[in-house]
């Protein structure tokens, strides 16, 4: 039932070590002219994509990889607030997002290139649709937090490389200088990942890699090209203090019927609250290995908001058998609702791939983080990664 036992997912289309990459990005200490607003963007460890930097660098090596930060940061008050989005602008925004964020949630389960190309475009129609709800001096606003949550990647955009006077033989060089701080990232997560070295280890080769980022812009630019750039950018954004979002969580599909436990509930019902949903089927080993401590979320957490809801997607024939999933419920003592995903609708619509996967939802709706397969797998602390950040969330909602 598991394909891959015990594998974790910290964070959407990234590795495990992709989060600790992104804090120590926003710990090194600004090197020369705008680096002390460029390198302050966490939001730029995210979700990567692949943009060509121009016709002249559009070679396999020079294509770098690039996260949709407008698809993050769009939603984020701390951006709201900077841009002076009124109720009627943030309600239209939020019908646009609804829009996109399924087909984003679901395009991590496509190969690479194609991801890549999904995300890309939903990209690109959310930066299409901005300026009909932004006013013109927002719109320009926000095109200037793109390019500081972009960091010295910022050069890759077309409009900057113009804006900039940065010719196509200077953009290749950089481009070339990417590609080698993505390569050595990716082999470096790779090894942190396989446990080859140590998470000290990564973070120096990450370190390293970056500054010799930070030096190629600053050696290839001219100070006239620096201060172009630094025009661009604008007022300094504290990006650093901006957690990276994920997409909005499906809404639950469902009617009345398939609730076998618990009253029915709709995601939008429950905005405002933390809510905890995981997908198991109740003959899954791995998935019984980690229902003590979906219950245990439940108990410790319920009385202060979180909400704990279990969706039952059948595989074998007897988890189809709703009686059956009752009395497996009943066995193993779960408090909380529980959906019957007869014909799985909600098993592709969050596009999983394993038994057991739990998402942790925030007050607003968005998903904020999740973990495939036994939380405990191996001696990993899946669970009490995910304990600490139904805390973390928890708190935020009692301030």
Known sequence: ??????????????????????????????????????????????????????????????????????????????????????????????????????????????????????????????????????????????????????????????????????????????????????????????ELASKKISAEEAGERVAAAQAEEQNAVSELLTAEQRSRLSQLIGEPFAFNTVTRLYPSAPELLAVPSDWIKGAPVTLDDLRGKVVAVHFYAFQCINCQRNLPHYQAWHDDYADRGLVVIGIQTPETPSERDPNLVRKAAEREKIGYRILMDRESANWKAWANTMWPTVYLIDQDGLLVRWWQGEMNWQGSEGEKEMRQTIEALLARQEK
């Open 1 to 190: 039932m598991q394909p891959k036992l015990g594998a974790p997912a910290m964070g959407l289309f990234s590795s495990p070590s992709l989060p600790a990459c992104a804090a120590l990005e926003s710990r090194q200490k600004p090197r020369s002219f705008i680096f002390s607003v460029l390198l302050a963007a966490a939001i730029a460890a995210a979700i990567a994509i692949t943009i060509a930097a121009s016709p002249t660098a559009q070679a396999a090596e020079s294509e770098i990889q690039l996260p949709p930060v407008l698809l993050q940061m769009i939603r984020n008050k701390a951006v709201h607030d900077d841009l002076g989005l009124n109720a009627k602008q943030i309600d239209e925004l939020r019908a646009v997002l609804q829009l996109l964020d399924g087909p984003w949630l679901r395009s991590r389960i496509l190969p690479a290139n194609e991801q890549q190309a999904k995300v890309a475009s939903l990209e690109l129609d959310l930066f299409m649709r901005l300026p009909d709800i932004l006013s013109e001096d927002q719109f320009k606003r926000l095109k200037q937090l793109r390019r500081q949550a972009l960091g010295t990647r910022m050069v890759l955009l077309e409009d900057v490389q113009a804006a900039a006077m940065l010719s196509d033989e200077l953009v290749s060089k950089l481009a070339k200088r990417y590609a080698e701080r993505d390569r050595v990232t990716s082999e470096t997560q790779a």
